[in-house]
């Protein structure tokens, strides 16, 4: 798309900027500032707002899937921490957009032009955040979520909390105080720069005003599910990286004729190139307004299958093809196999896999080649 191009080529030139960004911090969880910098200055915070309020609409119209697609896998490429940074802020605005309100699209936009990044805070912790008293002048929510991606990064977050006949509404609130945050329920090995936390609220007054959308709108198919492919295009990213990266460590090492190693370089080509067929496919389902919301979901679902296969078949035949230098922490590939075996680690893959395959058996045209 012509209006976004400009933004992805500012992604492609920034792209050695940020991946040495993501390098230097290695393991250590500081948030990618530079990178976060970056996306600003490209315009890329406001680009997923739709046309008519002045964005792009990366993520949000569907002649945007495949320059949506392409900026998520660059991002996947240079840092993943950054590109899930970027995907919940996509994410909160998809949702806001799908269910919000003219005046909340319009309150949103502007809060994202003064600077903020959104975050998806949905994970409840010990003390789930719920509505703890309603009044005429609004209502009082309580609890805490974790773990939250971008503590101290995020201004505005889109969280989910329970309603007192334990419904679930989405509501979005203002999350700078650091007086909130809290230690997240533990360290991950990869994806440190995503800053995970906890975010505490003791008692915090919101009106109808800061609510989004109506009670269980959050899981409503196909928005629930089908946002996954922009997390599997930045998966895909970091996968071409890594066999980038291999292939060049490979060559460098004179090991590029060896019968092996030409069975590991086919093997990814294979899976790589899986990947690559089934993201598009997802991308432009999900984005696209032609199928029913379960064909999308089930698409999208066998995308996100085939690149976790893809990403384990990739990362096994790297380490396996360079032995020890694969774990060496100054070798870049080290910090991308330890993000992306985190970022690999979407909930519940058996049940995505089975009731997607479930889905296509039962309707002949989603596998027919006659139908």
């Known amino acids: 798309m012509d209006r976004l191009e400009p933004r992805i080529l500012t992604l492609v030139r920034r792209h050695s900027d940020i991946e040495a960004e993501a390098d230097a911090n ?68 998809k949702l806001v957009v799908q269910y919000g309100s003219a005046h909340q699209i319009t309150k949103l936009m502007q809060c994202v032009s003064s600077g903020s990044v959104l975050g998806l805070w949905v994970t409840d912790f010990a003390n789930p955040l719920r509505v703890v008293s309603t009044t005429r002048e609004g209502s009082v929510i309580s609890g805490c979520k974790a773990p939250a991606s971008g503590i101290g990064v995020v201004r505005h977050a889109l969280m989910t909390l329970i309603l007192a006949d334990g419904a679930t509404r ?38 109808e005003h800061d609510f989004i959308g109506n009670a269980e709108d959050y899981l409503r198919e196909p928005v629930f599910s089908s946002g996954a492919w922009r997390s599997s295009a930045a998966a895909l990213g970091a996968i071409e990286r890594l066999m980038e990266l291999f292939f060049t460590q490979l060559k460098a090492r004179g090991r590029g004729s060896n019968p092996h190693q030409l069975l590991r370089v086919g093997k990814i080509l294979i899976a790589t190139e899986t990947a690559r067929w089934w993201v598009r496919k997802a991308a432009l389902a999900a984005e696209g307004t032609d199928l029913v919301a379960a064909d999308i979901v089930a698409t999208v ?41 985190t970022y690999l680690r979407q909930p519940a893959p058996d049940d995505v896999l089975t009731e997607a395959a479930a889905h296509c058996l039962a309707h002949d045209h989603m596998w027919s080649a006659r139908s």
């Open 26 to 93: 290695g393991a250590a969880a500081i948030p990618p500032a530079l990178g976060l910098q970056i996306l600003r200055e490209a315009g890329l915070f406001l680009a997923p707002f739709p046309l008519i309020y002045g964005g792009d609409g990366l993520g949000t119209e569907a002649d945007a899937a495949i320059a949506t697609e392409r900026v998520f896998r660059n991002l996947g490429s240079a840092n993943l921490s950054l590109a899930r940074l970027f995907e919940a802020h996509v994410n909160v605005i």
């Open 170 to 207: 989405m509501v979005l609130v203002r999350v700078d105080d650091a007086s909130s945050f809290r230690a997240g329920p533990g360290s991950l090995s990869g994806m440190a720069g995503t800053a995970n936390g906890g975010f505490e609220i003791d008692v915090l007054r919101v009106t």
């Open 301 to 341: 679902g066998l995308a996100r299958t085939a690149v976790e296969e893809a990403g384990l078949i990739v990362i096994q035949a790297v380490q396996r093809g360079l032995g020890l230098s694969a774990f060496v922490t100054s070798n870049p590939i080290e910090r991308i196999i330890r993000d992306l075996s």
